[in-house]
């Protein structure tokens, strides 16, 4: 099993621009979320996807929107690239359905894209 | 004021050590705790799991929550070089809600 990937692994874009990052959940799942890590924090979560529709939402701008595929692939776009875009991205996947009470449903994640915005 | 707290360190102690690694949090309506480890330039690993209030222990690693202090902690015993890593506290409420990070705890176990 090759767990979560995602791609690419680094991405340099300067500001304005727009990127799309890619994450293929591990095998089984069908739950994908989104986070973002900022350099010396912890990940804040952007959004989640489930039957190609996007479940939850962060406190994040429309500047930041995704997509899931009947495969349960997901990606991350950012449009009109900030500064304070710069940050580690991290795709988790999650198995279908909700855990039993007092269970946790893990959430596994991939190594991260690193988008620099210079 | 942030929904997790957690002091970043950085923590450096000298191998066989205990470490202890602490979250405080302000939503009460968080139900289970975790703790994950982001060793660098890879993502999070879920090192253990609590729900609700009380212990759980797994090898050298003990997970305590406290729901009426809304207070979780971290200790690991006979600490190994290997354990250098960046621990996170992460909490979520039930359902498929989203987990909430602290900052994270760079720790450095030094031989």
């Known amino acids: 099993d090759a767990g979560v990937t995602q791609s690419p692994t680094h991405l340099i874009k300067t500001r304005g621009q727009q990127v799309t990052l890619r994450c293929s959940p591990k095998s089984g799942h069908d739950t994908v979320s989104w986070y973002q890590q900022a350099l010396g924090q912890g990940p804040q979560f952007i959004f989640q996807y489930y039957e190609e529709e996007e479940r939850q939402r962060g406190n994040f701008p429309d500047r930041f929107s995704g997509h899931q595929f009947p495969n349960y692939s997901s990606e991350l776009n950012v449009n009109a690239l900030l500064l304070g875009d710069s940050a580690l991205y991290l795709c988790?996947?999650?198995?279908?359905?909700?855990?039993?009470?007092?269970?946790?449903?893990?959430?596994?994640f991939g190594p991260g894209t690193r988008l620099t915005v210079l | 004021q942030k929904e997790v707290e957690q002091d970043p360190g950085p923590l450096s102690v000298p191998e066989g050590a205990i470490v202890s690694l602490n979250c405080t949090y302000s939503?009460?309506?968080?139900?289970?705790f975790m703790w994950y480890r982001q060793y660098s330039r890879k993502g999070p690993e879920l090192l253990m799991y609590t729900y609700s209030s009380g212990n759980k222990e797994d090898g050298r690693f003990t997970a305590q929550v406290d729901k009426s202090s809304k207070y979780i902690s971290l200790f690991i015993r006979d600490s190994q070089p290997s354990d250098s890593a960046t621990y996170l506290c992460?909490?979520?409420?039930?359902?498929?809600?989203?987990?909430?990070f602290g900052a994270g705890t760079r720790l450095a176990v030094h031989p």
């Open positions: 939503n009460s309506a968080f139900q289970y």
């Open positions: 988790a996947s999650s198995r279908p359905g909700l855990a039993a009470p007092g269970a946790y449903n893990e959430q596994f």
């Open positions: 992460a909490m979520k409420s039930g359902g498929y809600n989203k987990l909430i």
